[in-house]
């Protein structure tokens, strides 16, 4: 099970941070998040594997960071100077096969 948090309304400039939490024992697969628009196609945002590689989106790169805690099993995902077109609903998932319930981030200027 994976428990988003941290998402909410912000406005242009601004900064937020989301975490997933996953239960069971320590995952080992990758963890990452991906974002879904309204009208738009859900796509990857970032993603980090258990030895700390990670990838991140060209369109957020640079504003947006991903990290994890190994042993408690949750990702974070920094977002910096948010801009419009960053509002979505954010997912974090595990290895692609377990999603987390969504979070919405509304930019506003």
């Known amino acids: 099970q994976l428990v988003e948090s941290g998402g909410g309304p912000v406005q242009v400039g601004g900064s937020l941070r989301l975490s997933c939490a996953a239960s069971g024992p320590i995952i080992l697969a990758y963890m990452g998040w991906h974002r879904q628009a309204p009208g738009k196609q859900r796509e990857e945002v970032a993603i980090?594997?258990?030895?700390?590689?990670?990838h991140v989106a060209a369109s957020v790169k640079g504003r947006f960071s991903i990290s994890r805690d190994n042993l408690k099993n949750i990702v974070y995902l920094q977002m910096t100077d948010l801009q419009l077109e960053d509002t979505a609903v954010y997912y974090c998932?595990?290895?692609?096969?377990?999603w987390g319930q969504g979070s919405q981030v509304t930019v506003s200027s």
């Open positions: 998932t595990v290895g692609g096969e377990s």
């Open positions: 980090i594997s258990l030895d700390g590689t990670t």
